[in-house]
């Protein structure tokens, strides 16, 4: 494998990108933080406390939408940086994002894991999201080398 493509990232393809990786990162969270908050309720309210406990039923169930609020928020800020015109350059070995101010390079062995979705693959490091390629910038033809590169590194997975 050996291609280059050019695109230009779209800001709802970039948010997009970043809310799943971030979720990624997050989801020990999204299932721990509510789970108190039941469990601290229902607590309080055994001990009296009604309007405390009812204060943590309500955030228990707000706080998905205000973590997901928070994080499309913050994706939205980046947008400015990522959505510019990229060229990719993609190996057996790895692959180079080149932008007018930045170049990165980076070998297909440094990821941890390889979320393939629908839209984009996932390059996560230690279960941080790291980049994102994706799928339209590419031909079928092209998408079906580098599924065949990544699938070879044992790290892919579904979204």
């Known amino acids: 494998m050996d291609f280059t493509v050019q695109y230009d990232p779209t800001p709802d393809e970039v948010v ?10 997050l989801r020990f969270f999204y ?17 009296g406390g009604r309007a405390l406990g009812v204060g943590m039923f309500a955030g228990a169930v707000a706080f ?23 060229t990719l350059h993609l190996t057996g070995d790895g692959y180079e994002c080149r932008t007018e101010q930045i170049t990165t390079t980076m070998r297909w062995s440094f990821f941890t894991e390889v979320v393939t979705g629908p839209e984009f693959w996932l390059l996560i490091v230690n279960k941080q999201p790291a980049a994102f390629l994706p799928r339209r910038a590419f031909t079928p033809e ?7 590169v990544l699938s ?8």
Not at 16 to 25: S, T, Y
């Open 16 to 25: 997009r990108a970043f809310e799943q990786g971030a979720k990624r990162q």
């Open 31 to 47: 299932r721990l933080l509510p789970s108190i908050l039941v469990i601290a309720g229902v607590v309080c309210v055994l001990t």
């Open 64 to 86: 998905p939408f205000v973590l997901n609020w928070s994080i499309r928020r913050m994706s939205r800020r980046q947008v400015a940086y990522l959505c510019v015109p990229t």
């Open 142 to 148: 092209q998408q079906a080398e580098l599924e065949a």
């Open 152 to 159: 070879a590194t044992g790290k892919t997975g579904a979204a």
